[in-house]
Structure formats: C-alpha cells, structure tokens
C-alpha cells in the first residue's frame, strides 16, 4: 500500500480497467469529478456524430421515424433500467431533474391527499441537493403543505402519522453516504406515506434496486455516473400501481395516449411515457443513448456489483492512503468510514483551504471539486479510474498541503461554478 507499484499492480489484475478504453481522457489529467460531469464515452461521441451528420443533416424530418426519434425517451429509458431496478417500460428520459422532481412530488402529493386529506407534512434531509428543495417549497405553497428539514439521523423519527410524502436523495452529494432504501421505504409506507427517491448520485454509481424496495416515485440525471454529456435529460421511473393513478402536472402533447391525433382534449398516455412533456432533446439523447452503451459492456465483468465493488476499493484505498500520508494538515473525513454505507465519492473538510487545496490541485491537472462548506470532493469512476491514480492524486494532495502551494492567491478567486 506504500508504493506505486502496489496500485500499478492493482490495475494489472483489475478486469474493469479494459473499460477506461471506451472513454476519451484528456491528457495529463487525473479525472476524479464524475460525479458531477462524467467524462466522454466514444461511444456518445460516434453516436452524435450520426446523430447530427446522417439523422439531421440527411433524413431531417424523416427521421422521427426512420431513426424513431419519436421513442428514444422510452428506448433510453429501457437502458437505464436495470441500472436502477426498473422494469421494461416503466422509465423515461426526458426534462431535468428539477422538472421531474416537479412532476413526481405533485402526483405523490395527489395520491397522499386522497388517502389522508389532513396530511400535511413533506418531510426531507436538510443536507439535501437545494434543487430538491426549492421544488418541494414551490409544491408546499401551492397546496398548502409544510416542508420539514430534519438531520440525516433524524428521517426514521420523521416518519409518523402525519406524514404524506418523504423527499429523499438516496446517495448525499456533499459526503457520499448511502441512506438504506428499502428500510426507510418500509418505514414510510408503513405509515402510509409514499417516498420518492432522488437518484442523481446513484444510477450508474451503486446497485439500485427500486422495484425490490417497493419505491413509489424515482428521478434521477444523466451527466453524472451516466456519463450523458453536460446537461443530458434526466429519467422519471414511477411504481407501475401509481402511474396512471394521477396525471401529471405538464401535460404536453408527447404525453398525450395520440400525440399525432392532434386532439383539442388532453388525454394522457397509459404507464410511464405520460410523464413526456414537449419535444424530446433529441441530440441529447442520443449522445446518452450511446454513453450507456459502456454499462452493457460491463455486464460480462459483473455489471453494477463489480463496479461498486470497485469503487469500494478505491475509495477505501484513498482514505487509508490520504490519512496516512496527509496526517499532519488539518483534513477531516466527512464522508462515511464504513464502505457499505459510502458510494463512490470521498469528501474530505479543511478548516480553511478546501476551495484553495482543489483549486492548485487542478492547476497540476488533478480535477475534484468542492462544495460549501468547506468540502473537498474527490469521485471515483470505476469505469475509467485508476488504483495508481489513487497514489498520484494523494501524492499531489500531500506536496500542496506540505508546500503551502494552495495559499497563493491565484487559487482563492471564486469562479462562477465551484
Ligand atoms: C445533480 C443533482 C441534481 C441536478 O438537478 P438538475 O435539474 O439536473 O440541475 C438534482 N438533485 C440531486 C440530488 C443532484 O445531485
């Protein structure tokens, strides 16, 4: 564990690294920050190039059926599947997040209402990703609904009579702790509240299984461990026994049961396409489409197990190694110890430099990122990290601590995005 040798070794044996030859890295870099952007896969690259080259510049219009543009949403959605425990059919991709979470809270309030119309109560985590949050304080105006925050240990307390819908985010994207689905969704239901889980830290990152853990509603992006590009769709999976339970908020023609019956009336499709607004990104798409081409790839190394078996290691490897070599300078691990609860990411807090520390550690070609407050993020991509990117980066981490390289003003003005 003491020499690059042991992680050159690691790589040797480590049937997943055949797989970082499906993605384009860039030169000289130490790529850690696909928790937030995924890198490129050719694949996406190859797929866009067609997309734009043969499906747009030749067929134009035809294309909606030669190429079935029109289906993508649903085709794409059949990819992430088994990525997260879905059934055929029953995810779609489209809108971002924010918007899904929109359509999903507002069905989930709507079902909750007509159970217990006295319920009031969305209950959520204070330290949860702020777009979940702004969307739920929009729904709770509109219908009258109170928005609790409670601590990460403090869910399983919120859940009472009271109770009509909890607003999770399954992997926490500043620590990386990994909150237990089908526990809390036995929990809640238990009390006859419905849960939604966000998935944005854990498609494509950790085993997901919503369909054993009996989950209501689930939303989730794409650019992150999905690897979609910047600001691919994101995906909407609704439990089949409430789908056509409630119609969602944005009915736009593409959910319509006939979109090309160009009806005065509004009548949603039946299952899951009825969460389609407008007109699908098609380029977009595409570009994802052929990014999860990688994760069936990965079905003959052991698919999603392997994967996170992997990231288990890299991140078990980092902690060790970074505390071991980096004792002296003030860092303090924030995400979980226990690599069962801890997904693919490490956070660590510095008292005053983390922005500075991520800031000189990119100028020598490391990318983590940080976020308030005080948070270093370092995310480990199975898919295309190394174990000796593990040794280097904690090389470089231990030579800017030591040196004081990251006190240089250069590296403490705040850029637009951190
Ligand atoms: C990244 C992320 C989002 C992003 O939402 P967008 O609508 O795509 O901007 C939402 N929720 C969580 C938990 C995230 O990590």
């Known amino acids: 564990m003491t020499n690059r040798a042991f992680y050159e070794n690691l790589d040797a044996i480590d049937p997943l690294n055949?797989?970082?030859?499906?993605?384009?890295?860039?030169?000289?870099?130490?790529?850690?920050?696909?928790?937030?952007?995924?890198?490129?896969?050719?694949?996406?690259?190859?797929?866009?190039?067609?997309?734009?080259?043969?499906?747009?510049?030749?067929?134009?219009?035809?294309?909606?059926?030669?190429?079935?543009?029109?289906?993508?949403?649903?085709?794409?959605?059949?990819?992430?599947?088994?990525?997260?425990?879905?059934?055929?059919?029953?995810?779609?991709?489209?809108?971002?997040?924010?918007?899904?979470?929109?359509?999903?809270?507002?069905?989930?309030?709507?079902?909750?209402?007509?159970?217990?119309?006295?319920?009031?109560?969305?209950?959520?985590?204070?330290t949860n990703f702020p777009t979940d949050l702004y969307i739920a304080q929009s729904l709770c105006a509109q219908f009258d609904m109170t928005l609790e925050l409670v601590e990460s240990e403090a869910i399983e307390s919120a859940i009472d009579d009271e109770l009509a819908v909890l607003l999770l985010t399954h992997v926490n994207y500043r620590s990386g702790a990994i909150h237990d689905m089908a526990q809390i969704t036995s929990l809640a239901q238990a009390r006859d509240a419905l849960v939604i889980w966000d998935l944005c830290h854990s498609a494509g990152s950790i085993p997901v299984d919503l369909t054993a853990a009996q989950a209501d509603f689930a939303v989730g992006c794409t650019y992150k461990f999905l690897n979609?590009?910047?600001?691919?769709?994101?995906?909407?999976?609704?439990?089949?026994?409430?789908?056509?339970?409630?119609?969602?908020?944005?009915?736009?023609?593409?959910?319509?049961?006939?979109?090309?019956?160009?009806?005065?009336?509004?009548?949603?499709?039946?299952?899951?396409?009825?969460?389609?607004?407008?007109?699908?990104?098609?380029?977009?798409?595409?570009?994802?489409?052929?990014?999860?081409?990688?994760?069936?790839?990965?079905?003959?190394?052991?698919?999603m197990q392997a994967i996170y078996k992997k990231a288990q290691t890299l991140t078990s490897l980092f902690i060790q190694l970074a505390e071991k070599e980096c004792a002296d300078y003030g860092l303090t691990l924030v995400s979980p110890r226990d690599p069962e609860r801890r997904a693919s990411q490490v956070s660590l807090s510095h008292p005053e430099g983390a922005y500075a520390i991520i800031q000189a550690?990119?100028?020598?070609?490391?990318?983590?990122?940080?976020?308030?407050?005080?948070?270093?993020?370092?995310?480990?991509?199975?898919?295309?990290?190394?174990?000796?990117?593990?040794?280097?980066?904690?090389?470089?981490?231990?030579?800017?601590?030591?040196?004081?390289?990251?006190?240089?003003?250069?590296?403490?003005?705040?850029?637009?995005?951190?």
């Open 18 to 126: 055949s797989l970082r030859n499906e993605f384009y890295l860039p030169p000289d870099t130490i790529y850690l920050d696909g928790n937030s952007l995924g890198v490129m896969p050719l694949a996406a690259h190859i797929r866009i190039k067609n997309a734009v080259l043969q499906e747009w510049a030749d067929d134009l219009i035809a294309s909606w059926n030669k190429a079935d543009w029109i289906n993508l949403p649903m085709r794409v959605g059949n990819k992430i599947a088994p990525l997260i425990g879905a059934g055929q059919d029953e995810t779609v991709v489209c809108d971002s997040t924010s918007v899904n979470l929109y359509k999903v809270l507002y069905s989930a309030i709507q079902i909750a209402r007509k159970r217990h119309p006295k319920r009031r109560k969305i209950v959520s985590e204070k």
């Open 228 to 303: 979609g590009g910047p600001g691919s769709p994101a995906f909407v999976w609704v439990h089949p026994h409430h789908v056509d339970a409630i119609t969602q908020p944005l009915t736009g023609w593409m959910g319509h049961a006939t979109p090309f019956t160009f009806d005065t009336q509004y009548q949603p499709a039946t299952g899951i396409r009825s969460y389609l607004g407008g007109t699908p990104p098609v380029l977009a798409l595409s570009a994802l489409d052929g990014s999860l081409e990688v994760f069936q790839k990965a079905e003959s190394f052991g698919g």
């Open 361 to 418: 550690l990119i100028a020598r070609g490391v990318v983590g990122d940080y976020r308030e407050p005080g948070i270093l993020r370092f995310g480990f991509t199975p898919l295309y990290v190394r174990y000796i990117d593990v040794w280097d980066t904690v090389m470089h981490l231990k030579s800017v601590l030591q040196d004081q390289t990251w006190r240089s003003d250069a590296f403490s003005a705040r850029r637009t995005v951190t």
